[in-house]
Structures are given as C-alpha cells and as structure tokens.
C-alpha cells in the first residue's frame, strides 16, 4: 500500500492556514501520517526554525482549502511570532516571502 502524502499545493494551503495568524518566516514540514485507530491524519512541522507544533484534520480533503486558519498552542509557546490581527480568512494569504521545506525534502 502506498504512503498517503501530501502535495505542494496542500502544504502551501497549511502555510497560509498559519500565516493568517502568525508571522512566519520558513517552515519546514517534518512528518506526515494517518492514525490508524481514528483515522485522522497528523502533521507536524517547525516554524521559524524553532517553534515545533502540528495540526490534525478528519479528512485529506482538509488540505484542499486555502481560506482556513489555524491556532497553534499552547498560546505562550507562540506569542512571540503572533499577529496583532489577524488576516480574515475570506482574504489571500502572500506566502511568497516564506521559506517552505516540503515533505521529502
């Protein structure tokens, strides 16, 4: 069976899940996998270079949008890379200045 994964474009869609509520300058995306228990699927990656957290989601379809947002705790643990307000999620998020490390690389 092949190892589910997922492609640049639902990585990029992450990136601006989070950078709608933190100031991101790279991430690197460490591990991707389904529990086989819940059947849910854990990502886990690095910000910054030194703030580790990770998101879980029910389905992959999950992935596909670009207009969500997400908030990484524990709230002290990221208050430093915090933005004042956040970007609405009906609005487009530029990544273009962020520093993405794709899976497998």
Not at 4 to 22: K, P, S
Not at 68 to 92: C, M, Q, T, W, Y
Request: proline fraction near 1%.
């Amino acid at each position: 069976m092949e190892k589910e994964t997922l492609t640049r474009e639902q990585q990029d869609n992450v990136v601006r899940w989070i950078a709608r509520n933190y100031n991101v300058e790279s991430i690197e995306f460490m591990t991707f996998n389904k529990d086989l228990k819940t059947g849910s699927y854990h990502l886990r990656f690095k910000l910054n270079k030194d703030h580790h957290s990770g998101i879980t989601v029910n389905t992959l379809s999950e992935f596909d949008s670009s207009y969500e947002s997400v908030r990484l705790g524990a709230l002290e643990d990221f208050h430093d890379i915090s933005r004042r307000s956040a970007i609405p999620k009906n609005e487009e998020v530029d990544i273009s200045h962020i520093e993405v490390t794709y899976l497998g690389e």
